[in-house]
């Protein structure tokens, strides 16, 4: 449960805050996309507990899933789910960027 001293301003503050720092996303079925940033639900609600506490508030202080994507949705933010769970974005390779010899992308991002 997130108490109810997480404010929205606090966790638009740690949003956007997460999202200029291009904290990775560590999230597996979720996430908030903030000017093209992919924000973890989880870290997002842990900085706005920091910014209402002062205190570290962990990610095993609460549950994640419904209760912490309700609690984003309420404050404005627009909660996605990837198309697949662990899904990343693609690779930007060129053709250039392939050692001769290789004879698909495949075998190439892969080894």
Not at 5 to 15: E, N
Not at 23 to 47: D, E, M, R, W
Not at 54 to 59: N, Y
Request: hydrophobic share 40%; glycine share 8%; charged share 15%.
């Amino acid at each position: 449960m997130i108490p109810r001293f997480i404010t929205d301003h606090h966790i638009h503050l740690a949003s956007r805050s997460l999202a200029e720092a291009k904290t990775v996303c560590n999230s597996t079925k979720f996430y908030v996309s903030h000017f093209g940033v992919k924000v973890a639900p989880k870290q997002i609600i842990s900085l706005a507990g920091f910014l209402a506490t002062g205190k570290i508030w962990p990610v095993s202080k609460f549950s994640g899933g419904e209760a912490t994507n309700r609690r984003l949705r309420k404050a404005g933010l627009t909660v996605l789910q990837f198309s697949q769970p662990g899904d990343v974005e693609p690779l930007n390779l060129s053709i250039h960027s392939i050692p001769k010899g290789e004879s698909t992308w495949q075998s190439y991002a892969t080894s």
